[in-house]
């Protein structure tokens, strides 16, 4: 069933959907993200930490030159810079705000604008969509509900900010079902969407991509016509390109991020109706939670009730009556069959999942995996399938109910549909909505950084340098780097050369084990086990120890330059003769958490001056109160220094602070 459009009929249903988008928008979000100078929410993480990152990565990009190509942050990655669209700091309006900084408040954040703005084209684009199934304005706008108020939609929105753009998928949808009425080439409007949503965020290109070669074979095998598509899709295909390129995407050598996690992301077969959302947040109230395998999670695609009701109600009932038409629908878009079932197999991935089994793993040659591993969360490739549902549930319903019925019946249908709908994922939206709410109270660094430490070291340097491995707090860590003008080479975000920031890290080590130091440095460990290898180098001259956030949830092991006077407060532990002695936290398939298993008697320590001078000499170790006789002290191991110690089961040690007795 197919609709005319009439421009005036275009233009109206384009504005009223976008305008429901917004009361949807400010029903569940309110006000405050629209607010360009209120980013408690970006700093706080809403729902999760991603939007740290995408904040991080604008505030970066601020302060750097203007360049060409755009969105090179050069305080990130530093000294070689990186693209905010590794950051998932949607480069379209990273680039036009950084153009207009001058002119902007000191505190501004555009993260809130765009998502109104993904809110009303999804609305825009949906009605549009349900109108090319549907006549007049009423059915259209009743049925677009369905897709302001898709679970995906909130799920992505402000949490992964960029994956809000979901209406870009509805736009290649409306392109498609237009041009296939019309049996037309797909015109400006698709190509430049193909062309410029690389810019928003890469994960959308394959699902556009792939709506468009749908309707460009259809039409060449319709109109035999094959010069004209094929020329559109090549050019289009390098106009996305020189965008791409124009917005920094090809800076660098991005080689981290492509490991071979294709699978890990996958689909589960009971994503329809599995109302789990991340976080654990329940997105229906009738509906129970499914169990997931890995990271399902990313790859949530609850429907709602009301489609999951309607939908196969519908199906049967036109079996029933002999007019669903299946074949012939499948006979006019069976290049978007073909596509859609592409997608859906890509999303499901080699890893067959099944509530919480994996049911099959499909052996793939690793040169595969790692090119599919691109798109590693790859049961978002699902979407283009799961909106395609959506729409199905709409006009299946429609031509469900009898011919004869008069509109105000099919409203009254859609209505309660909706009505269906909304009801049973609202738990979702009213955690949605309290969750920005709170995000308001939330102070700039709400997790870790409350040491004096921190505060002492303001001013004082010009590089945070991260030795190994990611920070606890990273994204924090990157905000009080970005807020201070410094420049951090810590990987937090999703590509980066690591190549190059291993030989980063190699240079520095070196240096500092000859007891250099860059006085415009700030030097910071992961792991206790590197830190103490090279403590000794530069203790010095500058200030090394431990710095722990309140709750003791994070750690950071530092060097700090010029600050070998600093006293502290009770967060700090500096470097000295009293710095405490732990069993290394190391484990493999003979050692767990630095004890080794067949006897749990032996221990290791990271080999380092501090270790050694501690260990050599000692007779026996305390812990609590308790000592154990050492009865065998082994430094064979190049790294690593081992005791055998006189005790039943020596795990009674792990995380604790060991005194040695000569």
């Not at 009293?578 to 767990?592: E, K, S, V």
Request: net charge negative; proline share 4%.
């Amino acid at each position: 069933m197919t609709a005319k459009f009439s421009a005036h009929r275009k233009a109206v249903l384009f504005l009223t959907g976008g305008l429901l988008g917004i009361l949807v928008f400010l029903l569940v979000y309110g006000i405050a993200p629209l607010d360009v100078t209120n980013d408690a929410f970006c700093r706080g993480g809403y729902v999760e930490k991603d939007i740290q990152q995408h904040y991080a990565g604008w505030l970066f990009y601020r302060q750097s030159d203007i360049g060409f190509p755009f969105c090179i942050a050069q305080g990130l990655n530093y000294p070689d810079g990186l693209s905010v669209a590794y950051t998932d700091s949607i480069p379209l309006f990273a680039a036009l705000f950084r153009l207009l900084s001058p002119i902007l408040p000191d505190t501004f954040q555009y993260f809130g604008i765009f998502t109104l703005l993904c809110f009303f084209f999804q609305g825009a684009f949906g009605a549009l969509l349900t109108g090319c199934f549907s006549s007049g304005f009423l059915l259209p706008v009743l049925g677009d509900i369905l897709f302001v108020t898709s679970p995906v939609l909130f799920e992505r929105a402000f949490r992964h900010t960029a994956l809000g753009a979901q209406f870009c998928i509805l736009a290649a949808l409306y392109c498609y079902f237009d041009c296939r009425r019309r049996n037309a080439m797909p015109g400006v409007g698709l190509f430049l969407l193909n062309a410029f949503i690389i810019a928003v965020h890469p994960y959308f290109l394959p699902m556009t991509y792939a709506v468009t070669l749908a309707l460009l074979v259809e039409y060449a095998i319709s109109s035999h016509r094959f010069a004209l598509p094929a020329v559109y899709l090549f050019a289009n295909l390098a106009a996305t390109l020189g965008v791409g390129w124009a917005f920094g995407l090809f800076h660098g050598k991005a080689s981290s991020g492509s490991d071979a996690l294709y699978g890990y992301f996958g689909l589960n077969l009971n994503a329809l109706w599995n109302p789990v959302g991340v976080g654990g947040v329940q997105w229906s109230r009738l509906l129970p939670a499914q169990n997931q395998v890995g990271g399902n999670y990313d790859a949530f695609a609850y429907l709602g009730l009301g489609i999951l009701i309607v939908l196969p109600l519908s199906v049967l009932i036109l079996l029933i009556q002999r007019r669903l038409g299946l074949r012939g629908m499948l006979r006019r878009h069976f290049m978007l069959a073909v596509v859609c079932l592409i997608l859906s197999a890509f999303a499901v991935s080699n890893v067959v999942t099944a509530n919480g089994a994996t049911l099959l793993t499909i052996p793939l040659p690793a040169k595969l995996v790692s090119l599919f591993s691109i798109f590693r969360s790859s049961g978002r490739m699902f979407w283009p399938v799961y909106y395609l549902l959506i729409l199905a549930a709409f006009t299946l319903v429609l031509r469900a109910i009898p011919r004869n019925a008069n509109r105000v019946l099919l409203a009254v249908v859609l209505a309660a549909l909706c009505a269906v709908q909304v009801w049973d994922i609202s738990p979702g939206l009213i955690q949605r909505s309290d969750a920005m709410h709170q995000a308001q109270e939330t102070e700039a660094y709400p997790s870790g950084l409350g040491s004096i430490f921190w505060q002492q070291a303001q001013g004082s340097y010009r590089h945070i340098f991260s030795l190994d491995g990611l920070q606890d707090d990273a994204l924090n860590l990157t905000l009080y780097a970005a807020d201070l003008g410094m420049t951090t080479n810590d990987p937090f975000a999703a590509r980066y050369d690591a190549g190059a920031l291993a030989d980063s890290r190699s240079a520095a080590l070196e240096a500092l084990a000859s007891g250099t130091l860059d006085s415009q440095t700030l030097y910071l460990f992961h792991t206790e086990t590197e830190f103490l290898k090279y403590a000794d180098f530069v203790c010095d001259k500058a200030w090394c120890g431990e710095v722990r956030s309140e709750d003791g949830s994070c750690h950071w092991y530092v060097i700090a330059p010029g600050m070998q006077n600093f006293t502290g407060d009770f967060l700090c532990t500096p470097y000295d003769e009293n710095y405490p002695l732990r069993i290394a936290d190391y484990t493999d398939q003979l050692w767990n958490r630095g004890v080794l298993d067949s006897d749990k008697k032996t221990v290791c320590f990271a080999d380092s001056p501090f270790t050694r001078q501690r260990l050599e000499q000692a007779k026996a170790i305390c812990s609590d109160g308790n000592t154990y006789a050492i009865l065998k002290f082994d430094d064979s191991d190049p790294g690593w220094l081992m005791l055998t110690l006189d005790i039943p089961d020596a795990t009674v040690l792990w995380d604790k602070e060991l005194e040695t007795i000569s």
